[in-house]
């Protein structure tokens, strides 16, 4: 892995060259990311969170800049020596046992739901497309805290090359594991959505994730307590509401146990 001074964003040192037509396929170079975000800000839900902060109270407004700020960030020397496994270590399916068996080659991810142009992308592509890494701490409701190295894509460059559109309010993440028969699921709004930590972790502490860390891919929303942190995400979707979606309440445990649905910290 080797440091972009200038982008800041952690690139894999070797990449074959078919990887690069993949990546240009997925990511669509520099100019298509600046059309992206031109797209965003002309979004209606972007475009109503910026003129609530501009007109309305205080509170609001600091709400506004809260929800935008960086989770703090830390440097090597505080990560974890142990960071636990926690919920479901593993789907424990055929179908998910057959792709880690294969070393998820054959998974993809689909992104689907309000979007223009759908995408199914391999995990060779999440690989070659641009990364963020961060060193976060996890906060989970059980009662315990670990600092770890995250690295994935960021959530925000995987939307804005689907076109989603800007009627979509929130991210519904499908997970491949279920819990006594009611499949995992979490969702978070645009502004998480497009916040700047919020990636698409294939990689912790400086591998690739385990499958009790939820191989080959988990969310990472660091503004958020630990049951947002989906593992194990197979499915991506943009829609207008969280309604119809399992029991309505946007979460497995906001569902099941009636944890909160915006779990900020
Ligand atoms: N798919 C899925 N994601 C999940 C869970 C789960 O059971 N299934 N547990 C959540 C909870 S409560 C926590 S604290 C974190 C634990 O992540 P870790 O196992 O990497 O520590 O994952 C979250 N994401
Ligand atoms: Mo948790």
């Known amino acids: 892995m080797s440091k972009d001074p200038n ?5 894999p040192a070797e990449r ?3 990887l690069v037509t993949r990546r240009n396929a997925l990511i ?14 002309a979004s209606p839900t972007v475009k109503s969170v910026l003129s609530l902060g501009e ?11 809260d929800r935008n700020a960086l989770a703090r960030e830390f440097s090597r020397a505080d990560m974890s020596p142990v960071f636990r496994e926690n919920g479901n270590r593993n789907p424990g399916t055929p179908e998910y046992a057959a792709l880690a068996a294969n070393k998820f080659a054959d998974w993809t991810l689909v992104v689907d739901g309000m979007v223009a142009q759908p995408l199914r992308i391999s995990l ?14 996890h906060d989970c409701v059980e009662g315990w805290s670990a600092i770890g190295e995250w690295s994935g894509v960021p959530l925000g460059l995987i939307l804005r090359r689907a076109g989603m559109s800007g009627n979509a309010k929130y ?3 499908h997970c491949a594991d279920s819990t ?15 916040h700047p930590q919020t990636i698409l972790a294939t990689h912790m502490n400086g591998e690739l994730l385990t499958v009790g860390h939820g191989a080959p891919l988990r969310l990472r929303v660091e ?6 942190q989906a593992k194990y995400v197979m499915r991506v979707e943009a829609v207008a509401s969280l309604e119809g979606i399992h029991g309505g309440g946007g979460g497995y445990w906001e569902d099941h146990r009636g944890y909160q649905w915006f779990a900020g910290i």
């Not at 982008?7 to 690139?11: C, H, P, T």
């Not at 170079?29 to 031109?38: E, H, I, P, Q, S």
């Not at 503004?223 to 947002?228: A, D, E, H, N, V």
């Open 7 to 11: 982008s800041g964003l952690i690139l």
């Open 16 to 18: 074959p060259t078919s």
């Open 28 to 41: 669509g170079g520099a100019g298509l990311l600046l059309a992206g975000c031109d797209q965003i800000n």
């Open 55 to 65: 007109q309305a109270t205080h509170g609001a407004q600091r709400l506004v800049t």
């Open 124 to 137: 060779a592509q999440m690989m070659a497309a641009p990364r963020r890494t961060q060193i976060t701490r």
């Open 171 to 173: 991210v519904v993440f």
């Open 180 to 194: 006594n028969g009611a499949p995992y699921y979490e969702s978070i709004d645009m502004i998480d959505a497009f």
């Open 223 to 228: 503004r958020q307590l630990g049951y947002k």
